[in-house]
């Protein structure tokens, strides 16, 4: 999807089409943009004057002074995404959803032939334009492997279609420059500029063990293949972390206020912990502060996933949190085993207070959030956020928080 989220507040909302428009996730009590946040998507209206993804509001005033600041709602996204699945669906089963505003086909059969995997490219565009409205654009990209189908749909955004074909490979990619490739920033750039590597042609002159040597592990001659049009399963992934962080609105940026936000992100990620069949055996909190400076602490912890002992440990932590203005707050669970891998609870007000647990997340998955939850957060804090990866059910409950 192009711009989703801008887009998104276009379809939603016709007064913004064809205007510049910037989603912000921290609107103040007065109902206006934080000037501290910053815009999580920009529409492609705004993108000539320079204003782009994590450009902060003041910033894009200064360099769009018409651009729409809206307030992101992300139950709106989320209903959106799921409706535009049903959609796509009318004309390709969906084979995985890989975020909120991207999701691959496979094709099979004579649908690989390029005439026609090109006319089922342009089926998904009618098919959306159909349901919602012009507002509401894809870039699709056909390609042996999903990798070279992600490029592709890069190539001409937005309400692109672009197709890589075996017989043009390499060729067709030399023009890219190295960040062009998903994944190839920061740390794994600097990999390829140690191994000389500058321009996509080097690259794939390297063989299957220099690429490997450059990643530093198989992984690399994975990629070697994948840039080749090979087309290979997923790579199993494992989740090692799991967290939440929220930016501070200005009238919840001391310290008391603070304390009850980020107990509101870790009790929401306790709850994930267990919904998600995991345990964690450390406990990391940080804050960004005001006007400049970090603080943090992290605790081990024998393999848990309850409530109750993660907001102990999160609450002797906070006892050397600095007297401070906070901007951002964090909870983030690691060193995560499987719940099935790691000992469960040995004595019975142990596993009495598991069976608490997950009696608390019944209730609050029927009746919502509120129902019941530590009287020390504050509930109307932290409204949902998108993972990257994981996608609200749009019936859950915490979806209306």
Same mark, same amino acid.
């Given at each position: 999807?192009?711009?989703?989220?801008?887009?998104?507040?276009?379809?939603?909302?016709?007064?913004?089409?064809?205007?510049?428009?910037?989603?912000?996730?921290?609107?103040?009590?007065?109902?206006? +943009?934080?000037?501290?946040?910053?815009?999580?998507?920009?529409?492609?209206?705004?993108?000539?004057?320079?204003?782009?993804?994590?450009?902060?509001?003041?910033?894009?005033?200064?360099?769009? +002074?018409?651009?729409?600041?809206?307030?992101?709602?992300?139950?709106?996204?989320?209903?959106?995404?799921?409706?535009i699945?049903?959609?796509?669906?009318?004309?390709?089963?969906?084979?995985?959803?890989?975020?909120?505003?991207?999701?691959?086909?496979?094709?099979?059969?004579?649908?690989?032939?390029?005439?026609?995997?090109?006319?089922?490219?342009?089926?998904?565009?009618?098919?959306?334009c159909?349901?919602?409205?012009?507002?509401?654009?894809?870039?699709?990209?056909?390609?042996?492997n999903?990798?070279?189908?992600?490029?592709?749909?890069?190539?001409?955004?937005?309400?692109?279609?672009? &197709?890589i074909?075996?017989?043009?490979?390499?060729?067709?990619?030399?023009?890219?420059?190295?960040?062009?490739?998903?994944?190839?920033?920061?740390?794994?750039?600097?990999?390829? &500029?140690?191994?000389?590597?500058?321009?996509?042609?080097?690259?794939?002159?390297?063989?299957?063990?220099?690429m490997?040597?450059?990643?530093?592990?198989?992984?690399?001659?994975?990629?070697?293949?994948?840039?080749r049009?090979?087309? &290979?399963?997923?790579?199993?992934?494992?989740?090692?972390?799991?967290?939440?962080?929220?930016?501070?609105?200005?009238?919840?940026?001391?310290?008391?206020?603070?304390?009850?936000?980020?107990?509101?992100?870790?009790?929401?990620?306790?709850?994930?912990?267990?919904?998600?069949?995991?345990?964690?055996?450390?406990?990391?909190?940080?804050?960004?502060?005001?006007p400049?400076?970090?603080?943090?602490?992290?605790?081990?912890?024998?393999?848990?996933?309850?409530?109750?002992?993660?907001?102990?440990?999160?609450?002797?932590?906070?006892?050397?949190?600095?007297?401070?203005?906070y901007?951002?707050?964090?909870?983030?669970?690691?060193?995560?085993?499987?719940?099935?891998?790691?000992?469960?609870?040995?004595?019975?007000?142990e596993?009495?207070?598991?069976?608490?647990?997950?009696?608390?997340?019944?209730?609050?998955?029927r009746?919502?959030?509120?129902?019941?939850?530590?009287?020390?957060?504050? +509930?109307?804090?932290?409204?949902?956020?998108i993972?990257?990866?994981t996608?609200?059910?749009?019936?859950?409950?915490?979806?209306?928080?």
């Amino acid at each position: 999807m192009d711009a989703f989220f801008a887009s998104a507040e276009q379809h939603l909302r016709p007064a913004l089409r064809g205007r510049p428009v910037g989603v912000v996730p921290v609107f103040t009590a007065a109902g206006r +943009p934080a000037e501290t946040s910053c815009c999580i998507a920009v529409s492609y209206q705004a993108r000539p004057s320079g204003v782009k993804t994590g450009t902060l509001v003041r910033e894009a005033r200064r360099l769009c +002074p018409d651009i729409r600041f809206v307030h992101a709602r992300p139950a709106e996204y989320v209903r959106l995404h799921h409706a535009i699945l049903q959609a796509v669906d009318t004309v390709l089963p969906v084979d995985r959803v890989y975020s909120i505003d991207e999701f691959a086909c496979r094709l099979l059969g004579s649908e690989r032939e390029p005439a026609r995997a090109a006319a089922l490219g342009h089926a998904v565009k009618q098919a959306l334009c159909t349901r919602f409205s012009r507002a509401l654009t894809c870039s699709i990209g056909i390609a042996p492997n999903r990798l070279l189908a992600k490029i592709a749909a890069d190539q001409h955004k937005p309400d692109g279609l672009s &197709l890589i074909e075996p017989s043009s490979l390499p060729q067709c990619l030399y023009s890219l420059d190295l960040e062009d490739w998903p994944g190839i920033s920061g740390p794994m750039r600097r990999r390829f &500029l140690h191994a000389g590597v500058t321009t996509t042609a080097q690259m794939y002159a390297l063989s299957s063990h220099e690429m490997a040597r450059v990643f530093g592990s198989v992984n690399g001659e994975r990629w070697w293949m994948l840039i080749r049009g090979f087309d &290979l399963p997923d790579g199993k992934t494992v989740r090692r972390t799991l967290g939440h962080q929220h930016v501070l609105p200005p009238d919840k940026r001391g310290p008391d206020e603070a304390r009850r936000v980020l107990v509101r992100l870790l009790t929401k990620a306790a709850q994930r912990l267990r919904r998600e069949g995991y345990r964690a055996g450390e406990l990391v909190c940080a804050a960004r502060l005001l006007p400049g400076g970090h603080w943090s602490r992290r605790t081990l912890l024998p393999p848990t996933n309850s409530t109750r002992v993660l907001l102990t440990a999160m609450g002797e932590q906070w006892t050397h949190a600095p007297d401070a203005r906070y901007f951002v707050v964090a909870a983030t669970l690691q060193r995560l085993t499987p719940a099935g891998h790691a000992a469960g609870p040995l004595f019975e007000d142990e596993r009495g207070e598991e069976r608490l647990d997950r009696a608390v997340d019944r209730i609050n998955a029927r009746f919502g959030y509120a129902a019941i939850r530590p009287a020390s957060c504050d +509930p109307a804090s932290a409204p949902m956020r998108i993972a990257f990866s994981t996608i609200p059910d749009p019936h859950l409950p915490d979806l209306h928080a």
